[in-house]
């Protein structure tokens, strides 16, 4: 039966409610990725880590088999150099116990996941954790597919059951949510320079911007 997703406030995201599960960026699952360029994957889960660590967000990390399809990629690793992702057997993450015990223990209701494949890894987690009264945010350029249209569907698929599709600087944007929110700031501003694309390049041309004094509409060096 379809769910239909929150509205008005509640529906944001917030960093005190939120908790993050990165699925699966192995080696293995890069191979077949097929539905986004590889290097912007991995620049936007790297980013969405680093989000979640500066805003103090529960982060559970986990692969599956990694003996055979490899270690968590080490850009993420690099983000929690102390944690062990789980490494589970099951496709489906929410079927295994000791994932879903961290998630419960952060008493957080609002769940943020990216993963690969979408298709599978993903979609399967989040339709059932849905179903357990989760309200489910999917990063969608921080996940990928083994193809554009096993992505699309499995979007599409999720939407119907009321989870929604969100990009990571989405993400940054509710969690910030008003730039006189200064704990976390300095820490955004870093990484939307590291990872932001063209964002970052037009923040970066802000904050000259702002740092330099202007005379008669000229910049000069103050």
């Given at each position: 039966m379809t769910r239909t997703a929150k509205a008005g406030l509640d529906a944001l995201l917030t960093p005190e409610e939120?908790?993050?599960?990165?699925?699966?960026?192995?080696?293995?699952q890069f191979t077949n990725l097929h539905?986004?360029?590889?290097?912007?994957?991995?620049n936007n889960v790297v980013g969405?880590?680093?989000?979640?660590?500066?805003?103090?967000?529960?982060?559970?990390?986990t692969t599956?088999?990694?003996?055979?399809?490899?270690h968590i990629i080490k850009a993420l690793q690099d983000v929690f150099p102390g944690q062990k992702p789980i490494n589970r057997t099951y496709i489906n993450t929410w079927e295994d116990r000791c994932v879903v015990d961290l998630v419960e223990q952060t008493g957080r209701k609002k769940l943020v996941i990216a993963g690969l494949w979408t298709e599978i890894c993903v979609a399967m987690p989040?339709?059932?954790?849905?179903?357990?009264?989760?309200?489910?945010?999917v990063v969608t350029d921080a996940s990928g597919g083994v193809s554009a249209e096993a992505h699309d569907m499995a979007v599409r698929r999720m939407e119907q059951v009321?989870?929604?599709?969100?990009?990571?600087?989405a993400v940054a944007g509710e969690w910030q949510r008003d730039w006189?929110?200064?704990?976390?700031?300095?820490?955004?501003?870093?990484?939307?320079?590291?990872?932001?694309g063209a964002s970052g390049i037009a923040l970066a041309w802000e904050l000259q911007l702002l740092a330099t004094p202007v005379t008669d509409g000229v910049g000069v060096q103050g």
């Amino acid at each position: 039966m379809t769910r239909t997703a929150k509205a008005g406030l509640d529906a944001l995201l917030t960093p005190e409610e939120s908790v993050l599960v990165l699925i699966d960026h192995q080696p293995y699952q890069f191979t077949n990725l097929h539905s986004h360029d590889s290097t912007s994957v991995v620049n936007n889960v790297v980013g969405l880590a680093k989000l979640a660590k500066a805003f103090n967000v529960p982060t559970v990390l986990t692969t599956v088999i990694e003996e055979r399809g490899g270690h968590i990629i080490k850009a993420l690793q690099d983000v929690f150099p102390g944690q062990k992702p789980i490494n589970r057997t099951y496709i489906n993450t929410w079927e295994d116990r000791c994932v879903v015990d961290l998630v419960e223990q952060t008493g957080r209701k609002k769940l943020v996941i990216a993963g690969l494949w979408t298709e599978i890894c993903v979609a399967m987690p989040a339709i059932q954790a849905r179903g357990e009264g989760y309200d489910v945010f999917v990063v969608t350029d921080a996940s990928g597919g083994v193809s554009a249209e096993a992505h699309d569907m499995a979007v599409r698929r999720m939407e119907q059951v009321g989870i929604v599709p969100i990009t990571w600087m989405a993400v940054a944007g509710e969690w910030q949510r008003d730039w006189a929110r200064e704990s976390a700031l300095a820490d955004l501003t870093r990484l939307l320079l590291e990872h932001g694309g063209a964002s970052g390049i037009a923040l970066a041309w802000e904050l000259q911007l702002l740092a330099t004094p202007v005379t008669d509409g000229v910049g000069v060096q103050g």
